[in-house]
């Protein structure tokens, strides 16, 4: 997974406040999503999110950077939904080949 991946899967952590929760939505195993944050912590050498035994509470630093992603995240997002609706409008002619025993 590429950096904007990592920051929205982070984001979506922060906003639903349980890495199990943003799994869900995300489809993912929540396996995933813990190591993905792991990755994430690493890279940036900060401890984002304080996690024990069912707590879960954001540090100084996870606040920090969730504060400058998430209009970014947004953007690139709204960028994707924009470029890709575009490219989903279909034109020209449709051919469909069947076997007779279905005319």
């Not at 954001?58 to 969730?66: E, K, M, Q, V, W």
Request: aromatic content about 6%; proline content about 3%; hydrophobic content about 40%.
């Amino acid at each position: 997974m590429g950096q904007i991946e990592d920051y929205s899967l982070f984001k979506l952590i922060v906003e639903q406040e349980s890495i199990g929760k943003a799994a869900e939505i995300l489809n993912i195993a929540k396996s995933a999503a813990t190591q993905r944050l792991k990755l994430l912590e690493d890279r940036m050498e900060l401890l984002l999110i304080e996690r024990g035994a069912g707590q879960w509470h954001i540090t100084p630093s996870g606040r920090a950077l969730y504060d400058r992603i998430a209009p970014l995240v947004d953007d690139v997002a709204d960028v994707t939904e924009e470029f890709t609706s575009q490219n989903q409008r279909l034109s020209g002619k449709l051919r469909v080949t069947i076997p007779e025993a279905f005319r």
